[in-house]
């Protein structure tokens, strides 16, 4: 049963232009989310994070919105740039990952065109 | 670069053999987790240690199992092995146990069972 999914395995936009990646929850327990990215022969990187009191967090060009009623999360990228071409993961803790482990989505291909 | 280490980056051995896998926190991080990416399921949890201690299982089956050291290296063990656990091992640690914690992985180890 997963508990957190990402719907869209691959996402193509233009470069210059917004991306937005989803994900969705079941686990009501879940109080932090994390967003990780991932290059080929890389470990996940970490990229932006939000606590359930937050409906929105923001760092540079990166924004995470959280709909605690919906259990839906989304990253907006703006602008969309090339070497944002990767795979990102959703991921989600009751605890905030430092008492437990991660719970993975498995993932979005985003795919920046120039 | 995450600052964890993973060694070996690639490992290839036959199905009934026994390996060992392992990792390297970056400096100060107490806390180190293993998780497994298979193609089909994703990153998925598999254990989590604390300064020397088990802190949190997951998903590990009992083929497995891991030990953290007083130099705070990890080390996780695979016994008779089967196809299905070829796969991408990735370490994390993190330096603290409460609240948001980013965990920061290493590069991985690919296991090939044949």
């Known amino acids: 049963d997963q508990q957190v999914k990402q719907n869209s395995p691959s996402l193509s936009v233009q470069e210059g232009r917004i991306s937005i990646l989803n994900c969705d929850y079941t686990?009501?327990?879940?109080?932090?989310f994390l967003w990780y990215k991932k290059y080929p022969a890389e470990g996940p990187t970490f990229l932006i994070s939000?606590?359930?009191?937050?409906d929105k967090n923001e760092d540079g060009r990166f924004t995470v919105f959280l709909n605690k009623s919906a259990k839906h999360l989304s990253l907006h990228i703006v602008p969309s740039q090339p070497g944002d071409s990767a795979v990102y993961f959703c991921?989600?803790?009751?605890?905030?990952?430092?008492?437990?482990?991660?719970?993975f989505g498995k993932g979005t291909h985003l795919i920046i065109q120039p | 670069d995450s600052g964890v280490t993973q060694t070996p980056k690639h490992l290839i051995t036959a199905t009934g053999q026994r390996v060992t896998l392992r990792c390297s926190p970056r400096?100060?991080?107490?806390?180190v987790y293993w998780y497994q990416q298979s193609l089909d399921q994703g990153l998925q949890f598999l254990i989590q240690?604390?300064?020397?201690?088990?802190?949190a299982k997951g998903n590990i089956l009992e083929r497995f199992s891991a030990q953290q050291f007083p130099d705070l290296h990890s080390e996780l063990n695979l016994s008779s092995l089967e196809l299905g656990d070829s796969a991408l091992y990735f370490c994390?640690?993190?330096?603290?146990?409460?609240?948001?914690?980013?965990?920061?992985f290493g590069p991985g180890t690919r296991l090939t069972v044949t």
């Open positions: 939000i606590s359930s009191i937050k």
């Open positions: 240690y604390y300064n020397g201690e088990e802190r």
């Open positions: 686990n009501s327990m879940f109080d932090y």
């Open positions: 994390a640690s993190s330096a603290r146990t409460g609240g948001l914690v980013e965990q920061y």
């Open positions: 400096s100060g991080d107490l806390s």
């Open positions: 991921a989600a803790s009751e605890t905030g990952g430092g008492a437990d482990g991660l719970t």
